[in-house]
């Protein structure tokens, strides 16, 4: 099974600050990569797939880059509403597997 | 705009069955694109993908390594609907489960599904 480890498991940022969570993978996954954003109660909501493709609706301050074993989710601009958990999870041919969460918290 | 409604008991006990339903609008569970999945999710866990049931001419279910031996998950065309059994319960699947689908990218040669409409999440607890 391939795993995906995200790094840091906590991060502290301020409103307006530019933030980068990294998640890796065991082994290649080409671009099958995608980014979640989870609130306390609710379910996680998707932001990015194939790595970089930001899904409809989501604010242009997210972005997802890499290829292969590391990529990066990057918020420009930190917002008061992205004060979350974020996920990546990888998609592999008839499974899934996640990451085990980045909690941004506020500084 | 999708949407999944779901349903079940809140609380089962150990070695009985759990079964959840998710109610779908906006979709069809027979698709020929999307994929009709359930996860969960605990904090010893993390989430956990549990399996998946899809229509391509006809009906594939895929699950987990983990639960394989206990779980079924089953399409119900005529209330556009899918449901998840999981036999043999232990307090170890205590647990938010979620429905999701996962729509299709597809680009030449190259296929990839994501995740990306969720059901609000069942919390399910297994005691006695």
């Known amino acids: 099974d391939i795993q995906m480890t995200q790094s840091p498991s906590t991060l502290s940022a301020s409103v307006g600050d530019r933030v980068t969570i990294t998640c890796r993978a065991s082994q290649s996954i080409s671009s099958w990569l995608a980014w979640y954003q989870q609130k306390p109660g609710k379910a996680p909501k998707l932001l990015i797939y194939k790595a970089s493709s930001l899904q409809s609706g989501v604010p242009s301050r997210f972005s997802g880059s890499g290829s292969g074993t590391e990529f990066t989710l990057t918020i420009s601009s930190l917002q008061p509403d992205d004060f979350a958990t974020y996920y990546c999870q990888h998609y592999n041919s008839n499974s899934y597997s996640f990451g085990q969460g980045t909690k941004l918290e506020i500084e | 705009q999708v949407q999944l409604q779901q349903s079940g008991p809140g609380l089962v006990k150990p070695s009985q069955t759990l079964s959840l339903t998710c109610a779908i609008s906006g979709d069809s569970v027979s698709s020929n694109s999307g994929t009709w999945n359930w996860i969960r999710q605990s904090p010893s866990r993390g989430l956990e993908w549990l399996g998946r049931?899809?229509?391509?001419?006809?009906?594939?279910?895929d699950y987990a390594v983990s639960v394989k031996s206990r779980i079924t998950i089953n399409p119900d065309t005529s209330k556009n609907q899918f449901s998840m059994q999981l036999n043999s319960v232990t307090p170890e699947d205590t647990a938010v489960y979620y429905c999701?689908?996962?729509?299709?990218?597809?680009?030449?040669?190259?296929?990839?599904?994501?995740?990306?409409?969720w059901g609000k999440g069942t919390t399910v607890t297994v005691s006695s």
């Open positions: 999701a689908r996962a729509s299709l990218w597809f680009g030449g040669p190259d296929y990839y599904y994501y995740i990306d409409v």
């Open positions: 049931t899809y229509y391509r001419s006809t009906w594939y279910s």
